[in-house]
């Protein structure tokens, strides 16, 4: 039987530059493994309390601007900001999304600007249109899942490490008391 998978990821970016268009798969079979994706769309407008709980809540993050507006553009360093003291001492995984790409005659952004950021960021960078599908922004959640879930099971495994390390120690201790 297929694995499955779920994975909690919210979108984030100044109001205006296409997040609901950019939310619209919810499952999908990635890698031979069913995952549930659940879509936070965040409105561009929302207070820094209800920003905050939805990024406590998100694994994974979508941070959207908009190539023909510069100022999205540079509210993402914010973003980011804001996100890297929220999931501290975590790597936030994300990737970043310049959309409207079909719009490339009112572009303010160039890819090149688009992809240094996203090298400043270590994340993955994809240009899209959601409006004409033009990018492949399936693939761009697809590949945040994908980051999401290693991600997950390294830290599952770390964990299960250091749980058997305490038991070993344990162990030794007791032996230790039982010899003595
Ligand atoms: N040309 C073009 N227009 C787009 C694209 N994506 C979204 N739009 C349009 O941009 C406008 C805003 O899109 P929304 O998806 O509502 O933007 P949003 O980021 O969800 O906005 P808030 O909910 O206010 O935060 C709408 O008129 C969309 O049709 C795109 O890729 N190309």
Redesign the pocket.
């Known amino acids: 039987m297929a694995k499955s998978a779920e994975v909690r990821l919210a979108v984030f ?1 100044r ?7 950019s939310t619209y798969r919810h499952q999908a079979s990635i890698d031979d493994e069913t995952v549930s994706m659940e879509i936070l ?1 965040t ?3 929302e207070d820094a309390i209800q920003r905050e709980s939805h990024m406590r809540w998100a694994e994974g993050f979508v941070l ?1 601007y908009d190539i023909t507006d510069r100022v999205s553009f540079e509210e993402v360093i914010s973003l980011k900001n804001f996100l890297d003291e929220i999931k501290k001492p975590k790597n936030v995984t994300l990737i970043l999304v310049g ?5 490339d005659h009112s572009r303010q952004v160039s890819t090149e600007e688009g992809e240094k950021m996203a090298t400043e960021m270590a994340c993955a960078f994809y240009e899209c ?4 599908g033009e990018g492949n922004i399936n693939e761009a959640f697809y590949e945040l899942c994908r980051e999401v879930r290693r991600r997950k099971m390294i830290q599952g495994k770390t964990r299960r490490r250091s749980s058997t390390t305490h038991v070993k120690q344990a162990i030794n201790k007791m032996l230790t008391k039982i010899s003595s």
Do not use: F, I, P, R
Request: hydrophobic residues 30%.
């Open positions: 970016g109001a205006g530059v296409g997040k609901s268009e769309d409105a561009g407008q959207v959309n409207k790409a079909d719009l249109s959601a409006c004409t």
